[in-house]
T-cell receptor, first 112, second 114 residues
């Protein structure tokens, strides 16, 4: 079945550092891929998405490219801010397209 | 904007109590989900519903039941709460047939069972 593996945290960076959070997946067919973010004390919200190979999702300075050849969807940001401190989840559509398959989440702490 | 609300942000119950967690969405979504979130375990799906009165077990349904009598409301029931059900519970909804299958989340209920 479909599965998602994302890098373990916590990740700690200084403000303005470059961020990469790795996400790789196993899937049959052509799933859509997502990054969700959970700020402290809140529910999850969609950060960005990509629906086919070579699509690039982007939002709030974050980017991720759907790489079918490497089955990856790594999250990147060129210059992180303290306000980016959160837990980031990679996900993909499940076999019946109703459910999402989730990674375990990566906690990011950005220090001033 | 889609709004998903959960009845409580924090809840403290005693072992053996029957606990109801309520979730309401205002965007006429067909699909609704209950997850629990625990450190190091990510999000685990408890149950989901794809229509009124329809439900399907997720990955960890044991000890839980659900009810969906109206399209906008999805309830999670702990028949006899136990300490190992202390967790963050997240409700989500999504539109059936939507191109991107995006799920919209509520703020979560942090349940403590003593």
């Amino acid at each position: 079945g479909n599965s998602v593996t994302q890098m373990e945290g916590p990740v700690t960076l200084s403000e303005e550092a470059f961020l990469t959070i790795n996400c790789t997946y196993t899937a049959t067919g052509y799933p859509s891929l997502f990054w969700y973010v959970q700020y402290p004390g809140e529910g999850l919200q969609l950060l960005l998405k990509a629906t086919k190979a070579d699509d690039k999702g982007s939002n709030k300075g974050f980017e991720a490219t759907y790489r079918k050849e490497t089955t990856s969807f790594h999250l990147e940001k060129g210059s992180v801010q303290v306000s980016d401190s959160a837990v980031y989840f990679c996900a993909l559509t499940g076999g019946n397209n109703r459910k999402l398959i989730w990674g375990l989440g990566t906690s990011l702490a950005v220090n001033p | 904007d889609v709004k998903v609300t959960q009845s409580s942000r924090y809840l403290v119950k005693r072992t053996g109590e029957k606990v109801f967690l309520e979730c309401v969405q205002d965007m006429d979504h067909e699909n609704m989900f209950w997850y629990r979130q625990d450190p190091g375990l990510g999000l685990r799906l408890i149950y989901f519903s794809y229509d009124v009165k329809m439900k399907e077990k997720g990955d960890i349904p044991e000890g839980y039941s659900v009810s969906r009598e109206k399209k906008e409301r999805f309830s999670l029931i702990l028949e006899s709460a136990s300490t190992n059900q202390t967790s963050m519970y997240l409700c989500a909804s999504s539109l059936q047939g939507a191109r991107y299958n995006e799920q919209f989340f509520g703020p979560g209920t942090r349940l403590t069972v003593l």
